[in-house]
């Protein structure tokens, strides 16, 4: 069965520094993985998502994610942080299967300072 | 070009009441799922219908009924609310199963 681990329940930046927010996944066939954002009292956007192609995946407002299948990891970056990505981060990944299940992590929320 | 319609958007409940969350989309997909958003738990997967005519539990799907009433609308129904169902609910759909997910505005619901 698939599952996903976000690493960091909370991380906290300053303005105009670099971005991690680390995801783990397991599953037993080649997935197809997502991240989404949720600023607060909104509904989720999708940053991104690699579903088999380039294993570096780039998404909006600058994020990018690199699908690293040794290591079954799929982490988001992003080169400077700005204000408005304060937000909460899902990584997702897609039940292999028929039912086209999303199962989310937990979240990360990123703080940044100014 | 509404995408994915929640309603209501805002629900205070008393303990015992029944309700129907409405989700209706017009982006022609297969699948529609119901998920419900708790603190530190992220989104866990009520139910689900990977298409018209057929619905299947997900993760926690306890307390709760869904309708696949035609491709464009899924309802999800709560015939005795508890306070444990206080949450945010949120329906999705997908055209099929390796593209993402859109998602609705989300709906509060409080059970007092």
């Known amino acids: 069965a698939q599952s996903v681990t976000q690493l960091d329940s909370h991380v906290s930046v300053s303005e105009g520094t670099p971005v991690l927010l680390r995801c783990n996944y397991s599953s037993s066939y080649s997935p197809s993985l997502f991240w989404y954002v949720q600023h607060p009292n909104k509904g989720l956007q999708l940053l991104l998502k690699?579903?088999?192609?380039?294993?570096l995946v780039k998404g909006i407002n600058g994020f990018e994610a690199e699908f690293k299948k040794s290591e079954t990891s799929f982490h988001l970056t992003k080169p400077s942080a700005h204000m408005s990505d304060a937000a909460e981060y899902f990584c997702?990944?897609?039940?292999?299967?028929?039912?086209?299940?999303?199962?989310f992590g937990q979240g990360t929320t990123l703080q940044v300072k100014p | 070009n509404a995408g994915v319609t929640q309603t209501p958007k805002f629900q205070v409940l008393k303990t015992g009441q029944s309700m129907t969350l409405q989700c209706a989309q017009d982006?022609?997909?297969?699948?529609m799922y119901w998920y419900r958003q708790d603190p530190g738990m992220g989104l866990r997967l009520i139910y689900y219908s990977a298409s018209e005519g057929t619905t299947d539990k997900g993760e926690v799907p306890n307390g709760y009924n869904v309708s696949r009433l035609n491709k464009r609308e899924f309802s999800l129904r709560l015939e005795s609310a508890a306070p444990s169902q206080t949450s945010v609910y949120f329906c999705a759909t997908r055209m099929t199963t390796n593209t993402e997910a859109f998602f609705g505005q989300g709906t509060r619901l409080t059970v007092v």
């Open positions: 997702v990944v897609s039940d292999s299967g028929n039912t086209g299940k999303l199962i």
């Open positions: 690699y579903t088999s192609a380039a294993t």
């Open positions: 982006m022609n997909h297969n699948s």
